[in-house]
């Protein structure tokens, strides 16, 4: 519940920040000039997230080819254009496994900000074997009311999952990189009509959504790296 609550309060907070920076314009530039300042300032915005911020955070960390290259679970929503985002780690594929599989809310947590996403408990900084156990058919919850159902599997390769509504893919990838390391590659595939509504949650959503998981990926790899090390 403090996920849910958490996530309302920011997004209350945007909302409200915005209401009051258009009552502010409206005040000083009066009900004409403070709209139309609005509404430039708007699609000034708009834009500059749709040519410049989205096609850069769409594709974090990942390089061409692993932007291009299919993955397993591609195939569940096969129109989809998603994110694809990707961290080089200094492990082999066998000593990341056991992170992802503990991976989600109520398990080991998500390895991002945990006062958003994990009720203010910390995420794991171990492995834990009660969370060893995914199947085809579990539940990754990102929260209590809301999560991913796996579709497939493959130990030290691949876990495939589906979000309840079927709206959107994810697959985590481990693949050998050149120096013996590991790339960890995580590629969301949304689907959803363009409408204005779907235009302002992109807008809102997608870089909240990016942010999460780039400190989900750095934070993998700083566990796995420093497990390594004892």
Same mark, same amino acid.
């Given at each position: 519940?403090?996920?849910?609550?958490? /996530?309302? $309060? /920011?997004?209350?907070?945007?909302?409200?920040?915005?209401?009051?920076?258009? /009552?502010?314009? $409206?005040l000083?530039?009066?009900?004409?000039?403070?709209?139309?300042? !609005?509404?430039?300032?708007?699609?000034?915005?708009?834009?500059?997230?749709?040519?410049?911020?989205?096609p850069?955070?769409l594709?974090?960390?990942?390089?061409d080819?692993?932007?291009?290259?299919?993955?397993?679970?591609?195939?569940?929503?096969?129109?989809?254009?998603?994110?694809?985002? !990707?961290?080089?780690?200094?492990? %082999?594929?066998?000593?990341?496994?056991?992170?992802?599989?503990?991976?989600?809310?109520?398990?080991?947590?998500?390895?991002s900000?945990?006062?958003?996403?994990?009720?203010?408990?910390?995420?794991?900084? *171990? $492995?834990?074997?009660?969370?060893?156990?995914?199947?085809?058919?579990d539940?990754?919850?990102?929260?209590? %009311?809301?999560?991913?159902?796996?579709e497939? $599997?493959?130990?030290?390769?691949?876990?495939?999952?589906?979000?309840?509504d079927?709206?959107?893919s994810?697959?985590?990838?481990?693949y050998?990189?050149?120096?013996?390391? %590991?790339?960890?590659?995580? *590629?969301w *595939?949304?689907?959803?009509?363009?409408?204005?509504?779907?235009?302002?949650?992109?807008?809102?959503?997608?870089?909240? %959504?990016?942010?999460?998981?780039?400190?989900?990926? *750095?934070?993998i790899?700083?566990?796995v790296?420093?497990?390594?090390?004892?």
């Open positions: 519940m403090k996920t849910q609550m958490m /996530i309302m $309060i /920011i997004v209350a907070t945007i909302f409200l920040a915005a209401i009051a920076i258009l /009552i502010g314009l $409206i000083w530039l009066g009900w004409l000039g403070g709209s139309v300042v !609005a509404l430039g300032a708007f699609a000034v915005l708009v834009t500059l997230y749709f040519r410049v911020i989205k850069w955070h594709r974090w960390g990942a390089t080819e692993e932007v291009t290259m299919a993955m397993p679970g591609d195939e569940l929503i096969p129109d989809a254009v998603g994110a694809t985002h !990707a961290i080089a780690i200094d492990a %082999t594929a066998q000593e990341v496994w056991p992170w992802l599989v503990q991976i989600g809310y109520g398990r080991a947590g998500w390895y900000y945990d006062w958003i996403d994990n009720d203010f408990k910390p995420s794991a900084d *171990r $492995i834990i074997p009660e969370y060893q156990q995914l199947a085809v058919g539940k990754i919850l990102m929260m209590p %009311t809301m999560g991913f159902v796996v497939s $599997i493959e130990p030290a390769k691949s876990i495939v999952s589906l979000l309840e079927g709206s959107t994810w697959s985590l990838g481990l050998p990189d050149d120096d013996g390391g %590991t790339r960890l590659v995580s *590629r *595939r949304p689907k959803f009509e363009m409408t204005p509504a779907t235009v302002a949650m992109q807008v809102l959503a997608e870089p909240g %959504t990016f942010i999460m998981e780039q400190k989900m990926l *750095r934070t790899r700083d566990r790296e420093n497990a390594g090390r004892v």
